[in-house]
């Protein structure tokens, strides 16, 4: 069994050169959407709040800290790839929409990348807190899992009859049923949860998108953020076992089967 990851001794100490690359690609990331899309930047000036800034700068802090370049261009590759899926679904079963019409909006998809990079910084603390706990983390897992697979096709059960409601029903399954790192799974679904509730609340009470149930947010919205952080970590795991690599694990990554 992998022993929890441990923390820096001082949390300054994930910045170095690297951070700075980062910081500066994605300062170059931010003004290239500000630029390109600046007509709508005008138009919702008023939606750019301090809470949003705030979120930003923070998620923003969190990819630049203890960057790990091969890994985190994969994730955010995967990352990116994924987001624009779930949106193209979401948007084209109608359960949600944004307030351009589009189907979906290409200026939301680098937020993708940079939340599940966040996650994967926010996991190792998580884990540092719940690993003094004597839990077990296989009956945590499919605890967990089952309540999101009961919610979220309870969620996503009026579009039912659009094919890509019944891939995500299926995906959602096969993800949950082939779990063996559990302790990381678990990591990455809180850490994502608790920043996609964030997220969420912002886009939904700003009308930047809207679900069909009106909710601000829907609650189990927030823990679809952090399964898509599983199913990213999922896609690395078998992206690196068809190359034959020796993946790079994400933090916890425990199998803690027991």
């Given at each position: 069994m992998r022993r929890p990851s441990k923390l820096p001794p001082h949390f300054l100490d994930g910045y170095d050169r690297k951070s700075l690359v980062a910081a500066l690609i994605l300062a170059l990331l931010y003004l290239a959407i500000g630029f390109v899309w600046s007509e709508l930047l005008r138009q919702n000036q008023a939606d750019i709040?301090?809470?949003?800034?705030?979120?930003?700068?923070?998620?923003?802090?969190?990819v630049c800290w203890r960057v790990q370049p091969r890994h985190d261009l994969a994730l955010a590759a995967v990352a990116l790839a994924g987001g624009?899926?779930?949106?193209?679904?979401?948007?084209h079963a109608q359960l949600w929409h944004y307030f351009t019409g589009e189907q979906p909006p290409l200026w939301i998809l680098p937020a993708w990348p940079v939340a599940a990079l966040a996650?994967?910084?926010l996991a190792p603390l998580l884990e540092t807190v719940c690993s003094k706990a004597p839990l077990?983390?296989?009956?945590?897992?499919?605890?967990?899992?089952?309540?999101?697979?009961?919610g979220m096709i309870r969620f996503l059960w009026p579009s039912l009859?659009?094919?890509?409601s019944q891939v995500a029903t299926a995906?959602?399954?096969?993800v949950i049923a082939t779990g063996k790192a559990h302790r990381r799974d678990l990591g990455l679904l809180l850490a994502g949860t608790g920043l996609g509730f964030l997220l969420e609340y912002w886009g939904t009470s700003h009308q930047c998108w809207?679900?069909?149930?009106?909710?601000?947010?829907?609650?189990?919205?927030?823990?679809a953020?952090?399964?898509?952080?599983?199913c990213y970590a999922r896609l690395l795991d078998a992206s690196a076992r068809l190359l034959h690599l020796n993946p790079q694990p994400l933090p916890c990554s425990g199998s803690d089967r027991g």
């Open positions: 709040t301090w809470r949003l800034i705030t979120l930003w700068a923070g998620m923003t802090a969190l624009f899926a779930f949106e193209w679904w979401g948007t996650t994967k910084r077990s983390w296989k009956a945590v897992y499919w605890t967990l899992m089952l309540l999101f697979a009961a009859r659009h094919w890509s995906a959602i399954l096969i809207t679900y069909y149930t009106a909710q601000t947010p829907p609650p189990i919205t927030a823990a953020h952090g399964f898509a952080q599983v």
